[in-house]
T-cell receptor, first 113, second 113 residues
Framework: QKEVEQNSGPLSVPEGAIASLNCTYS??????FFWYRQYSGKSPELIMS????GDKEDGRFTAQLNKASQYVSLLIRDSQPSDSATYLC?????????????FGTGTQLKVEL | AAGVIQSPRHLIKEKRETATLKCYPI?????VYWYQQGPGQDPQFLIS???????DKGSIPDRFSAQQFSDYHSELNMSSLELGDSALYFC????????????FGPGTRLLVL
């Protein structure tokens, strides 16, 4: 079992709809959670970070964290064709310098016109 | 805003050759990370440095070595290259005070023939 699990998709949503991306993680001591967007052949681009239970909103993006359920999600409102990419969930076990990110395999999102 | 700089962006090598990848972190970032991403895979952590000292080690082959210099730039040295080393190599940087949020460089695409 991978430490960070995501549905690989593709997840297809119509333009203007809400896209919901989900991620579960296995290590209960994980402290920091990140969503990265990656276009094909490009580098991961940070979308959101979340550290506490609850919701965190930034523009059209909302990250949700539930540490008891070991679950983190990303909602994208008013989805645009430019949002079509692979979304990587990443988990950091604890703060303290030099710690590795563990990534899920990513969910491919397709926003259709 | 300044981003992580990586060079070269593309590299073609023959089997058994050596390669050196360079990474220049975001100014004032004190931690550098190296990741390898094979085709269709998620980024895999290789190694990280904090304040010029190795801080964490992942699935880095013994044929690879890395270091961080006094100006905080880092180099990944790869010897006896194999076909399976063909991948995207990303460098990321972070600052301890920002809860380890890692920002990725554009990557080096290495092709081993």
């Amino acid at each position: 079992q991978k430490e960070v699990e995501q549905n690989s998709g593709p997840l297809s949503v119509p333009e203007g709809a809400i896209a919901s991306l989900n991620c579960t993680y296995s290590d209960r001591v994980s402290q920091s959670f990140f969503w990265y967007r990656q276009y094909s052949g490009k580098s991961p681009e940070l979308i959101m970070s979340i550290y506490s239970n609850g919701d965190k909103e930034d523009g059209r993006f909302t990250a949700q964290l539930n540490k008891a359920s070991q679950y983190v999600s990303l909602l994208i409102r008013d989805s645009q064709p430019s949002d079509s990419a692979t979304y990587l969930c990443a988990v950091l076990p604890h703060t303290g310098g030099g710690n590795k990110l563990t990534f899920g395999t990513g969910t491919q999102l397709k926003v259709e016109l | 805003a300044a981003g992580v700089i990586q060079s070269p962006r593309h590299l073609i090598k023959e089997k058994r050759e050596t390669a050196t990848l360079k990474c220049y972190p975001i100014p004032r970032h004190d931690t550098v990370y190296w990741y390898q991403q094979g085709p269709g895979q998620d980024p895999q952590f290789l190694i990280s440095f904090y304040e010029k000292m190795q801080s964490d080690k992942g699935s880095i082959p013994d044929r690879f070595s890395a270091q961080q210099f006094s100006d905080y730039h880092s180099e990944l040295n790869m010897s006896s290259l194999e076909l399976g080393d063909s991948a995207l190599y990303f460098c990321a940087s972070s600052h301890r005070q920002t809860q380890e949020t890692q920002y990725f460089g554009p990557g080096t695409r290495l092709l081993v023939l």
